[in-house]
């Protein structure tokens, strides 16, 4: 925790983190597939929480705006999330939750997801202001907003094993690491091509 600068984490901190999906992860897109559809992706006004009981917990949404100032603005988190947290986040920017150097590849993948709409999967090391870490399984896929240039990011943020070295959060309630692991999900318009 001395440390300012994020580190880029690896499973050597923790050998319980999944390299494969959960269960969990593998429900949270049946739920979504589940949806009805507007061409490939579902609307927001199309989620019922109730049919997901089971998932509410760990539940995120994102509102995304992709123009001169992208922003990825949370409306939503689940109880499990606001738990760990122990901060409200609502209506602030996920971006400002990503260390500098890894927004742009954030913003990259939140475009991919709305343009050619896919979902992703990913493993990533989420550090709390409280003084500890953990990784966790990121499902998301994409959901049209009443504005159809404002699409939601509908997420699942599954914890996955034990508790790892935290890094500095500097001042901020969380900081979201780089994934150590992602693919895209093919959703119908088939997989981006990965740039890594």
């Known amino acids: 925790m001395d440390s300012d600068m994020p580190s880029q984490i690896d499973s050597s901190d923790s ?46 949404m994102l509102e995304v705006r992709l123009g001169d100032t992208p922003s990825l603005r949370v409306r939503l988190i689940g109880s499990s999330i606001q738990e760990r947290i122990q901060s409200n986040i609502t209506g602030l920017d996920y971006l400002d939750f990503r260390p500098s150097e890894y927004r742009a590849a ?50 699942l943020m599954n914890p996955t094993g034990g508790l790892i070295r935290a890094v500095s959060v500097r001042g901020k309630p969380i900081m979201a690491d780089t994934a150590t692991t992602y693919d895209y999900i093919d959703i119908g318009a088939g997989k981006p091509v990965r740039t890594d």
């Open 15 to 60: 050998g319980l983190i999944a390299v494969t999906r959960s269960e969990r992860s593998r429900e949270f897109e049946s739920f979504w597939r589940g949806l009805p559809k507007e061409g490939l992706v579902p609307h927001r006004r199309d989620v019922k929480p109730a049919r997901a009981a089971s998932l509410l917990r760990d539940i995120v």
């Open 106 to 155: 954030t913003i990259e993948a939140v475009r991919l997801m709305s343009s050619q709409p896919c979902g992703v999967w990913q493993v990533m090391a989420m550090h709390y202001e409280r003084g500890f870490a953990q990784y966790f399984e990121l499902t998301a896929f994409p959901l049209l907003g009443d504005d159809p240039d404002v699409p939601i990011i509908f997420g």
